[in-house]
């Protein structure tokens, strides 16, 4: 059982109503032990957690806007007017290297005028990473053009009326909490809380791992995508254990001692 989605669910049912968090709390949170007290093994979530669209919304709203989501690399981001664009649980968002700061931002990819995208969306395979350039901040519907320092709208082609003060912040693009994790991997937060934990104490003990290698010196080179027609929880699960590599992975499993493979969860946050 993947614990970061048990420790973010646990924080989404405190939230739920308390008819949620009753009919659930048996079926979800409840462990079985074995006859050995170091042994402990977590149950099944209950089928309708799967294929329930009102707990996917659940989901989207108090786990994929609330944590930080993975999202690009530093990389390929390099020159200005750069941008990745990534839908993220239903979120369209954008990650734009700016050419007045030369520094990376993110906004949600929604004008603020008719809902337009600013940078194309990956219409053809959605949830796929888009990458471009673009050396303005426009949108691709109206023209409305925003500042790629920090998403002001600056002008409203054919619009006679003049906009003022609070009238004008109302209009700014939605700006999204990013950080840069072991110096190249960009995560996202869509919360609107000013105050969170960074990804970098989040995953302190990863960082420590990680930057004992030279990650700068790492760039990309080809991506594969696969659309998988299961719930996330299904996948990241499939990754809790080594049980089916013997079955499916028999490549692999030549190379590696599947009965003694072991999955690690630390902190509750992550697992490698």
């Given at each position: ?64 806007r ?6 690009g ?62 050396p ?13 320092r ?11 009326y ?17 950080e ?64 089916h ?28």
């Amino acid at each position: 059982m993947n614990r970061l989605f048990i420790f973010s669910a646990k924080n989404l049912f405190k939230k739920c109503s308390p008819l949620l968090i009753t009919t659930t709390q048996k079926t979800f949170i409840r462990k079985l032990t074995t006859t050995s007290p170091n042994k402990i093994l977590s149950r099944p979530l209950p089928p309708y957690l799967y294929n329930d669209n009102s707990v996917y919304q659940l989901e989207r709203e108090y786990i994929f806007r609330n944590n930080w989501i993975y999202a690009g690399r530093c990389d390929r981001l390099q020159k200005l007017g750069d941008y990745l664009s990534i839908t993220i649980a239903g979120y369209p968002i954008f990650i734009y290297r700016s050419p007045l700061t030369n520094e990376l931002i993110a906004f949600h990819n929604v004008c603020s005028h008719r809902a337009g995208p600013i940078v194309p969306i990956n219409s053809n395979n959605y949830g796929v990473a888009l990458y471009g350039n673009q050396p303005l901040l426009k949108c691709q519907y109206h023209a409305w053009l925003y500042d790629s320092r920090d998403g002001k709208l600056k002008a409203t082609p054919h619009f006679d009326y003049k906009f003022q003060g609070d009238e004008n912040k109302c209009l700014n693009l939605k700006k999204i909490n990013m950080e840069i994790f072991a110096e190249q991997f960009i995560f996202v937060n869509l919360s609107d809380i000013k105050e969170k934990a960074s990804i970098n104490t989040l995953l302190y003990d990863l960082l420590n791992d990680m930057m004992s290698f030279p990650l700068k010196e790492y760039l990309h080179f080809n991506s594969q995508y696969h659309l998988i027609n299961c719930n996330w929880k299904t996948y990241v699960e499939n990754y809790q254990e080594g049980y089916h590599i013997h079955g499916v992975h028999p490549e692999l499993n030549k190379a590696v001692q599947s009965k003694q493979y072991l999955v690690t969860n630390k902190n509750n946050t992550y697992s490698i």
